[in-house]
């Protein structure tokens, strides 16, 4: 079956996370993905938190699948004329670097649009034009700017980081809409142009929803959904709010059976409105149904404390997975706390394809998450990373190079 971007050429200048995010979703849509990497070193992630000795890590091969590696030293006279012959065969150059890099390969936009003017240029930065532009960012720099880590954590403690690589892998997506939304506007204007998606920005759209807060915060001086309300105090900022669910129905994390030797033995609760009667039935508390003091949302916001407390001698009689069953029968939304360890052994993500076992010629056998993006006519196979330079010669020939002048152009280090 055809895929979706067959026929796309991507120069992939991508490094680290954010970058190869997003050229791995453009390579899993059926992108012809050329990733660029310095001879001998390559992406630094390829000999970074390794688990075997001399063996591409997994940081590495999780996040460069189904591309191809070429290397070229784009400071070499030589290899830079290897790079502009990709530029002119290729209709996207991704790239993460630091500000100002590619410009002082010599790459700057005008000299791109000269090579090829349907070049589509997409870069990740840490900012956009401003006071931090010219910052290098990885992605906690990016959370913390971005509004998350304000946003994170309990109240009563400092500014926490999410594990969701929202900085790095959020801001790889914003950038393959952008791409791809970039290549469908090419076709009516026959042009390229230039995408960037900052990780300030990505984070910050990511966090929307606290700046919603922050408004209302400042007209009313108090979110009644947020577990500070009522006998707490609200500031000028909006605050970290626990577990609280963020939305219009108020949730937490509620400890289960076995919570006290198994650190996720949780499950999130949400009390939505429709089904409180039910959640009253479940947890032995009829009478609450009915109460003035708990039967409405509104009742309800200043006892939430006092309401998951119940909840949770509810909960921790069952596990989560019990728990959850029960729950779901009368349709009142809850999730386990899974762990990465319950999340590979899932059989139902690796009939879908979400978790996938891949077979890497020097590391053997390993998990990934795959697609997380399923078109029904542009199916996602998951191949293995390249090794470093697997694909140069491969690469070259098809630019034209013949078999001695790839020689030649090795013993000069230009690939
Ligand atoms: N041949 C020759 N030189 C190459 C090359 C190649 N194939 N590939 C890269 N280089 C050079 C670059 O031109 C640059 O040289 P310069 O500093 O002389 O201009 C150099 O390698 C290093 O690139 P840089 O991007 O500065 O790497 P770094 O390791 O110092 O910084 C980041 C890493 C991630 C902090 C930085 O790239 C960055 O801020 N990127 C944008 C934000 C981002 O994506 N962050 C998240 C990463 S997950």
Not at 69 to 97: H, M, R, Y
Not at 324 to 349: R, T
Not at 401 to 413: H, K, V
């Amino acid at each position: 079956m055809s895929q979706a971007l067959d026929g796309v050429r991507i120069l992939d200048f991508t490094h680290v996370q954010s970058g190869p995010t997003c050229t791995q979703l453009l390579a899993w849509f059926g992108a012809d993905v050329i990733k660029v990497e310095r001879a001998g070193a390559g992406d630094i992630t390829r000999e970074q938190l390794r688990d075997i000795p001399d063996v591409d890590s997994l940081y590495f091969t999780m996040l460069n699948h189904n591309k191809r590696s070429v290397t070229i030293d784009t400071k070499n006279p030589e290899g830079k004329q290897v790079l502009e012959a990709l530029i002119q065969k290729c209709d996207v150059l991704v790239e993460n670097f630091a500000p100002g890099a590619l410009d002082r390969m010599g790459f700057t936009w005008e000299r791109i649009q000269e090579l090829n003017p349907r070049m589509i240029v997409a870069s990740v930065k840490g900012f956009g034009p401003g006071p931090y532009e010219d910052c290098k960012v990885y992605e906690n720099v990016a959370q913390c700017a971005g509004g998350a880590a304000s946003t994170t954590g309990f109240d009563d403690g400092p500014p926490v980081v999410t594990g969701a690589q929202i900085g790095d892998s959020g801001t790889g997506l914003h950038l393959a809409l952008g791409i791809v939304t970039a290549l469908f506007q090419r076709t009516q204007t026959g042009r390229g142009q230039r995408v960037l998606a900052a990780m300030q920005d990505g984070v910050l759209n990511l966090c929307r929803v606290k700046l919603r807060d922050q408004q209302r915060l400042e007209r009313n001086g108090q979110m009644k959904e947020y577990p500070q309300y009522p006998n707490g105090t609200f500031g000028e900022a909006v605050p970290r709010a626990g577990n609280a669910s963020g939305g219009g129905q108020p949730g937490w994390i509620l400890k289960c059976k076995g919570w006290e030797t198994d650190p996720n033995a949780y499950i999130y609760f949400i009390t939505q409105a429709p089904v409180w009667a039910k959640i009253c039935s479940v947890i032995g508390k009829e009478e609450w149904a009915t109460h003035p003091d708990y039967a409405t949302p509104a009742a309800r916001l200043p006892h939430l404390k006092d309401i998951f407390a119940e909840i949770e001698r509810w909960t921790m009689t069952k596990t989560k997975f019990e728990a959850m069953q029960i729950l779901n029968k009368y349709d009142i939304p809850c999730g386990p706390i899974l762990s990465m360890k319950e999340i590979a052994e899932e059989p139902s993500l690796r009939k879908t394809g979400t978790i996938v076992e891949v077979d890497h010629p020097t590391r053997g056998k390993y998990l990934t998450v795959g697609n997380p993006i399923k078109l029904s006519d542009s199916p996602t196979e998951v191949k293995r990373s390249p090794l470093l330079g697997e694909h140069t010669d491969e690469v070259m020939a098809e630019l034209g190079y013949s078999p001695e002048q790839i020689s030649a152009l090795r013993t000069a280090g230009a690939i």
